[in-house]
């Protein structure tokens, strides 16, 4: 049975987010717990980091880039595609630490905020991969 190609694409896009995710996750408890920076801002470092690590794998392990439109024009795009995404994200989560707060401790710290972290992943992941396909591939795509 021959897997369609969307469907492989989507999941290589979420495979090389991976790497960025496993940053992220303790980078945003060390700028929490350890730097002591409030959670919005700390998560808006955390997701500024992936989204820089996310497009170099994105356009060599997932998608085709398109011919003729260079690789800071793909960048731009991409950028908008994922800024408009993880700003939704952004204020779904300073939403959701600052009025949703239950308990989650990890090695005796109150970690909660790191569940919306991870609920986001989810949230946004397909829209995210729709938009940055595009991004990248153009509007012509297979």
Do not use: H
């Not at 790497?19 to 700390?42: M, S, T």
């Not at 880039?65 to 952004?90: C, I, N, S």
């Not at 308990?103 to 569940?115: M, Q, T």
């Amino acid at each position: 049975m021959r897997i369609p190609v969307i469907l492989r694409k989507l999941f290589l896009f979420l495979a090389v987010g991976l790497p960025a995710f496993l940053v992220a996750f303790p980078l945003n408890f060390l700028l929490v717990d350890r730097c002591g920076l409030p959670k919005a801002l700390a998560y808006a470092i955390v997701l500024a980091v992936q989204v820089n690590v996310n497009f170099p794998l994105c356009r060599w392990l997932v998608f085709d880039p398109a011919p003729g439109k260079t690789v800071w024009k793909q960048y731009a795009e991409f950028m908008g595609a994922v800024a408009f995404f993880r700003g939704l994200d952004w204020l779904f989560y300073t939403f959701c630490v600052e009025a949703l707060r239950f308990p989650l401790v990890i090695a005796g710290r109150d970690c909660y905020y790191l569940a919306y972290q991870l609920a986001n992943v989810v949230i946004f992941s397909i829209a995210k991969f729709v938009f940055c396909r595009r991004a990248i591939e153009g509007s012509s795509q297979t």
